[in-house]
């Protein structure tokens, strides 16, 4: 298993291209079942999590098309064609989901073009425990029958989906997409209500309005979607990836250094730039992108709790935490969103950091320096908060087990030692 072996204490110079955003990417894909006509999306990210999405859909009959790179035959990841004719299968199973929750977010579009749907119990990180009732009340409320048998869901609508009220209890960003997506091909008027307002799922709401799709109220959290018949094929380019920008902005600012984020911007990152800068912090619009840099010797220690857009995402409170804890002062971070969101803890006080967790809350006393360690990665953003911290630490840090990391970044390691970082892959055989 590959891992990834950093030497700390280089400030990050230099600029970091963003790619297209994973957490749209899945959508965006799993939206290609909605119509029998072509979506090619551009600006995909090359990644684990896209690869299992992409091959989910094959499985279930999708025809995928990716230019190849003439210089070496192998796939050009970032633009993909895809054509649902006719479903080979209306089966999701258990050896794709298990890998990524995500897959999830092929139900809604199944349902509301087939009316029917079998969908594996998803797996994912392990941040706690991660149900999907959310995503079934939205879809019995919109007229399907829901069971689970045998580790599946099995939805079924004979009759079609029937546009209907769809209120979410709590936020669920997954859950928003599903309904959305379903919504768009059912009979009649759906309002759908507390609705997650995260980028994704406006990139989402955007490209099913250029496939056809009738909804009004993209970018708040009521939804009003006027179903249609069918949808048409589009061209779509997938956002910027708001939580690769953040981490990479941490990344400039736990080593003192000076980078632009190219191709990103700021409308994506409120949130997370408002903390960077109250920990003092210089985040920047440039023409190119966003600039980043350190503005004194030392970060100060800054409270934030995670919180649904425009939040402070939950998936940069790992970053974050790696940030404070080399921070001047004390810092509160609660979690609001997911339980058992702080297993880089444990690994970042093996390093040195001082951090008491109390239930969702974490208390993290600035130390004026980490040490390098060898270090176990957990789940995706636990990884690279590692990687962050290794990064500012003094002496070796090697981080183990970083297939987690390759289903949300791409190429980190390349992207850092471009800025100067000594950092790099150990693959098993060069052991
Ligand atoms: C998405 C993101 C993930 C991010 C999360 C929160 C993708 C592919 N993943 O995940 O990176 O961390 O949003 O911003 O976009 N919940 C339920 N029942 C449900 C669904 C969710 O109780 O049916 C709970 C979850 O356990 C969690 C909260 O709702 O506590 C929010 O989860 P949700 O917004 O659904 O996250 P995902 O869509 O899975």
């Keep these: 298993m590959d891992r990834i072996r950093i030497l700390g204490g280089k400030p990050l110079i230099g600029t970091i291209l963003i790619g297209g955003a994973k957490n749209a990417a899945l959508p965006l894909l799993a939206a290609s079942l909605l119509t029998s006509k072509t979506l090619r999306l551009t600006n995909l990210p090359n990644l684990a999590d896209i690869t299992t999405m992409v091959h989910l859909l094959a499985e279930l009959g999708v025809s995928v098309s990716r230019p190849r790179n003439e210089s070496n035959g192998r796939h050009v990841a970032r633009t993909i064609s895809l054509t649902a004719a006719e479903p080979k299968e209306k089966t999701a199973p258990y050896n794709l989901v298990r890998r990524m929750r995500a897959s999830v977010l092929v139900l809604g579009p199944l349902l509301a073009r087939w009316g029917e749907a079998r969908v594996s119990l998803p797996g994912g990180c392990a941040i706690g425990t991660r149900p999907v009732d959310l995503h079934l009340d939205a879809l019995r409320s919109l007229g399907a029958e829901i069971e689970l048998e045998e580790g599946?869901?099995?939805?079924?609508?004979?009759?079609?989906?029937?546009?209907?009220?769809?209120?979410?209890?709590?936020?669920?960003?997954?859950?928003?997409?599903?309904?959305?997506?379903?919504?768009?091909?059912?009979?009649?008027?759906?309002?759908?209500?507390?609705?997650?307002?995260?980028?994704?799922?406006?990139?989402?709401?955007?490209c099913l309005v250029a496939m056809g799709a009738k909804i009004s109220g993209v970018g708040t959290d009521t939804l009003s979607v006027s179903g249609v018949s069918?949808?048409?094929?589009?061209?779509?380019?997938?956002?910027?990836?708001?939580?690769?920008?953040?981490?990479?902005?941490?990344?400039?600012?736990?080593?003192g250094g000076d980078v632009l984020l190219e191709g990103s911007h700021l409308g994506l990152i409120g949130a997370v730039s408002d903390t960077?800068?109250?920990?003092?912090?210089?985040?920047?619009?440039?023409?190119?992108?966003?600039?980043?840099?350190?503005?004194?010797?030392?970060?100060?220690?800054?409270?934030?709790m995670t919180d649904p857009y425009p939040g402070f995402p939950t998936d940069m409170q790992a970053q974050l935490m790696a940030l404070l804890s080399v921070s001047r002062g004390a810092s509160m971070v609660t979690e609001?969103?997911?339980?058992?969101?702080?297993?880089?803890?444990?690994?970042?006080?093996?390093?040195?950091?001082?951090?008491?967790?109390?239930?969702?809350?974490?208390?993290?006393?600035?130390?004026?320096?980490?040490?390098?360690?060898?270090?176990?990665?957990?789940?995706?953003?636990?990884?690279?908060?590692?990687?962050?911290?290794?990064?500012?630490?003094?002496?070796?840090?090697?981080?183990?087990?970083?297939?987690?990391?390759?289903?949300?970044?791409?190429?980190?390691?390349?992207?850092?030692?471009?800025?100067?970082?000594?950092?790099?892959?150990?693959?098993?055989?060069?052991?």
């Design 336 to 431: 609001s969103i997911f339980e058992n969101r702080f297993m880089h803890v444990p690994e970042l006080c093996r390093m040195g950091a001082d951090i008491n967790v109390h239930g969702s809350s974490a208390i993290i006393r600035g130390v004026p320096e980490l040490s390098g360690a060898p270090l176990m990665a957990t789940d995706l953003r636990a990884s690279v908060s590692l990687i962050l911290a290794g990064l500012a630490a003094k002496g070796e840090t090697i981080v183990n087990r970083v297939y987690h990391l390759d289903r949300g970044y791409e190429r980190v390691e390349d992207k850092l030692a471009a800025c100067g970082a000594d950092i790099e892959r150990v693959t098993e055989d060069q052991e």
């Design 152 to 206: 599946y869901i099995r939805a079924i609508a004979r009759r079609g989906l029937k546009g209907n009220k769809v209120h979410f209890p709590s936020v669920s960003v997954g859950a928003t997409e599903n309904a959305l997506m379903a919504a768009v091909l059912a009979d009649g008027e759906t309002i759908i209500s507390n609705a997650a307002r995260e980028p994704e799922v406006v990139d989402l709401a955007h």
């Design 230 to 255: 069918q949808l048409d094929g589009a061209e779509h380019r997938v956002i910027p990836d708001r939580i690769e920008t953040g981490t990479y902005a941490v990344a400039a600012a736990i080593t």
């Design 276 to 304: 960077l800068s109250k920990a003092g912090v210089a985040v920047t619009k440039e023409h190119a992108g966003i600039r980043v840099r350190r503005q004194a010797e030392h970060t100060l220690g800054t409270d934030v």
